[in-house]
């Protein structure tokens, strides 16, 4: 549940997901694969959540998903050169 305006508010993850194409097996063991061991600390959670975005954009079962997901991506790192976080 999230809050907005005082009010409980109950999402549908489900409704919102975004089908992919592989299992949640292979999504964990893509997500396995990112070695953090040469990221500072400091920069893990923007590794991590890039890695996601990428492993996303390469299972979303439709090129709608996709192309969403890679405009989101491009948004998110025009905002972090202009120094928004």
Do not use: W
């Not at 809050?3 to 409704?15: A, C, L, P, Q, V």
């Not at 292979?26 to 996601?52: C, I, N, T, W």
């Amino acid at each position: 549940m999230s809050e907005s305006d005082g009010r409980k508010m109950i999402r549908n993850r489900h409704k919102d997901a975004i089908p992919a194409r592989c299992s949640t097996r292979e999504f964990g063991q893509a997500m396995a694969q990112l070695d953090l061991s040469g990221v500072p600390p400091e920069k893990r959670k923007r590794a991590v959540y890039e890695h996601l975005m990428r492993v996303m954009e390469g299972e979303a079962a439709f090129p709608a998903d996709r192309l969403e997901i890679a405009a989101h991506r491009a948004v998110v790192r025009q905002a972090r050169k202009a120094g928004v976080e």
